[in-house]
């Protein structure tokens, strides 16, 4: 997948994230861009070793392995910050 995709895959895997995640955040919709774009690295690179992202291009395997590490991420920052 090329660095474009990975952008947007980042931010709605960032907007997905937010969206699950309960509870107020105090990171603003930029830092959930950053963690979802970050999320979307991690977890197309966790996924590609279990075999559930594809380097093809977005499909619901990439959307769902890049919010689960935009997810982990927010999670992590949260709890960090807090």
């Keep these: 997948m090329g ?3 990975w ?3 980042g931010l709605i895997a960032g907007a997905l994230a937010k969206w ?10 930029f830092m959930t861009m950053v963690l979802g774009i970050a999320g979307a690295f991690f977890g197309g690179f966790v996924g590609s070793f279990v075999g559930l992202g594809t380097t093809g ?3 619901i395997g990439s959307i769902i392995t890049a919010t689960l590490g935009a997810f982990l991420l927010l999670f992590i920052y949260n709890k960090i910050k807090s």
């Design 3 to 5: 660095i474009i995709s």
């Design 7 to 9: 952008i947007v895959l």
């Design 20 to 29: 699950l995640m309960p509870g107020k955040d105090g990171g603003g919709w």
């Design 57 to 59: 291009g977005l499909s």
